[in-house]
């Protein structure tokens, strides 16, 4: 790392999380800033709860170009935001603080890195049926961004439980906002997901079934009709039991990267107005995970 080129001049823009050191953001933004000569570097945080409110006071009083906020972050940093964009406010939840002009402006990229990865595939998703599986925070930016760019219909299904009574609730204000139709139905009934799949154009899967354990969400594999896009939230492992039972099955298979690499070039555009040479991150982010 070549901290000579560190000066009095140089721009600060931080990860907030907990747990934060795991994550590849301060790698891949460190090597857009060096590739394309930005005088600023990005640097993870841990930060405690009680912490969290100072941590954000810390953007302005550091004159900081902004952050990243992570789990379990999301939600609060968006009530400390001076100002929202459209996809943030809809969505209930930030990734991205910019900071300028003395204001906090928070964004939502998660959703802007689903549908770039669909467009980098050539997937056609305008006016199309998808059926996403989850309703926690990843699943809610897709939906949300994935309305808000004009898919037609969306059948979401999670577990009966407090979240799914969440997001319920917020179907009324996607609908109004989007004009896309939200349906939502209960994950344990097979009959009716498999009737939703086969309807879609696109299968998402936004819980987190098959990241530890290697375990689909899907049994019935007749669902995986030959014009089905399947795409996981999930990155590592890189193909999950899911994307392989669809891959036999003939259908285009995405995996989570692109969402990751691409939601953090949105990011890296908000701070510098610059793109993030996306092509080298994951070929050096792809090389370091297998070890070259
Ligand atoms: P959340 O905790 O907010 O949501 C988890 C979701 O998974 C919920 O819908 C939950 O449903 C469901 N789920 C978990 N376990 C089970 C199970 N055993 N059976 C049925 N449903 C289950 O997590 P996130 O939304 O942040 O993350 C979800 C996945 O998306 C993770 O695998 C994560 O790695 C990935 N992700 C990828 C990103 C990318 O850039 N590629 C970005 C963010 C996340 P329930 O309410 O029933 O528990």
């Excluded at 394309?36 to 930060?47: E, K, Q, R």
């Excluded at 990243?68 to 209930?92: C, F, H, R």
């Excluded at 898919?151 to 917020?170: G, S």
């Excluded at 209960?186 to 939703?196: I, K, T, V």
Aim: glycine share 8%; aromatic share 8%.
């Amino acid at each position: 790392m070549k901290k000579q080129n560190i000066s009095g001049y140089t721009r600060l823009v931080g990860f907030f999380a907990s747990p934060a050191r795991h994550s590849i953001s301060p790698k891949m933004h460190n090597l857009a800033f060096d590739h394309l000569g930005i005088d600023a570097v990005y640097l993870a945080f841990d930060i405690e709860e009680n912490d969290f409110e100072t941590a954000i006071q810390s953007i302005s009083s550091l004159n900081m170009l902004g952050a990243n906020v992570s789990m379990p972050y999301k939600q609060t940093a968006l009530t400390l935001m001076d100002e929202l964009s459209d996809s943030a406010k809809l969505i209930g939840a930030i990734n991205t603080i910019v900071y300028k002009e003395g204001k906090l402006i928070g964004h939502n990229t998660d959703g802007i890195g689903f549908i770039a990865s669909l467009k980098e595939n050539k997937v056609t998703y305008i006016g199309k049926t998808i059926t996403v599986l989850g309703a926690g925070g990843a699943a809610i930016a897709m939906i949300c961004q994935a309305a808000l760019d004009g898919v037609k219909k969306i059948h979401v299904f999670n577990r009966k439980n407090e979240r799914y009574l969440q997001f319920y609730k917020k179907i009324p204000e996607i609908v109004e906002r989007t004009g896309c139709q939200v349906i939502l139905h209960d994950l344990e009934d097979d009959g009716l997901l498999n009737g939703c799949i086969l309807e879609s154009d696109i299968l998402v899967n936004a819980t987190s079934i098959g990241m530890v354990e290697n375990r689909s969400p899907i049994y019935n594999e007749a669902v995986f009709h030959p014009n089905l896009i399947v795409y996981d939230a999930i990155y590592e492992p890189k193909e999950t039991k899911l994307l392989q039972q669809a891959k036999i099955k003939g259908c285009l298979t995405i995996n989570g990267l692109g969402m990751l690499i691409y939601q953090g070039a949105a990011a890296f555009e908000l701070w510098t107005q610059k793109k993030m040479p996306v092509e080298l991150i994951k070929e050096k982010i792809m090389n370091e995970k297998e070890g070259k």
